[in-house]
């Protein structure tokens, strides 16, 4: 019974503050907005990362007169290398024109086949970080029969770079939305606070606990955070669906930036009505 007494005096603090209820709600979402935009591109990088991490192997040029089978062997016992695969220059050539698709015409001007035969090292996955994947190049390329090597690591140097920078993002903007939302959250409940002190006072004078007094305002501050972050998922869909139909390999994992936004924006709401009747009722 006093839950639901409670339960409708909370919704009695947001009806008779509508206004100020509904601009806190939008700044919320506004700082939600701002964070969960940069989530969705963080994920999106780190999965950019993976694919190509997945994608890494060596490529050993050979020269002429190397001995593929010896030089497989050798590669072979090498740490870090799971497996080797010997591409001929005519399947390297015949590669290329599947990669070069509607292009691949250009290819029947040549008088012979540039390319050159070579080894395709797959990598081990504990072996495919910067360093160690140099490391392991640089011994593949010291083998005699080896013309050149290519890995691709300074492509993974620069996406490991990347991340952080966008880590260091995520960070800073978590920090500045969890300040905004507090304090606005917590300057609304202070403002019905205080449009409440008679009322508050004889709720206290009947008998009302502290815990009682606080309630209707823990709530309040609750569905601000909560709506908060809604409208900002419901945005970020939106502006998502725009920005998918010109970069269609983004992704968005909806479930988990909806329970994202829906846990952040309930706790800082909550958050800021404990600071606010912290303030104010000693």
């Keep these: 019974m006093a839950f639901k007494f409670l339960s409708q005096e909370a919704f009695k603090n947001i009806t008779r503050n509508k206004s100020s209820f509904f601009l806190s709600s939008g700044v919320s979402a506004a700082c939600l ?34 001995n593929q089978i010896e030089l497989t062997d050798k590669i072979m016992q090498l740490d870090g290398v799971k497996q080797v695969q010997y591409i001929s220059k005519d399947d390297a050539l015949k590669e290329l024109r599947i990669d070069l698709g509607e292009n691949s015409n250009i290819l029947d001007i040549l008088q012979r086949n540039p390319l050159p035969a070579s080894l395709r090292v797959k990598i081990n996955p504990d072996y495919k970080l910067p360093t160690k994947l140099g490391e392991l190049e640089q011994k593949i390329s010291l083998l005699k029969g080896i013309r050149e090597t290519w890995s691709g ?26 300040i905004s939302v507090i304090f606005i959250v917590s300057r609304t409940v202070e403002a019905t606070i205080l449009a409440r002190a008679r009322e508050i006072e004889i ?8 815990a009682m007094v606080k309630f209707p305002f823990y709530v309040e501050g609750f569905f601000q955070g909560l709506l908060g972050s809604i409208v900002s998922f419901l945005i970020t869909v939106i502006i998502f669906y725009f920005i998918s139909s010109f970069v269609p390999f983004l992704q968005m994992p909806y479930l988990l930036i909806l329970v994202f936004n829906i846990f952040w924006g309930s706790i800082l709401g909550i958050g800021g009505s404990y600071i606010a009747l912290s303030r104010i009722l000693k």
């Design 203 to 210: 709720m206290k004078l009947v008998g009302a606990t502290s």
């Design 153 to 178: 690591k300074d492509i993974i140097v620069r996406l490991h770079n990347i991340i952080s920078v966008v880590a260091g993002f995520d960070i800073g903007i978590l920090f500045i939305v969890f």
């Design 33 to 66: 907005l701002l964070f969960t935009i940069f989530l969705v591109l963080t994920i999106n990088v780190y999965r950019i990362k993976n694919t190509v991490e997945d994608r890494i192997e060596i490529s050993a040029f050979l020269t002429d007169n190397a």
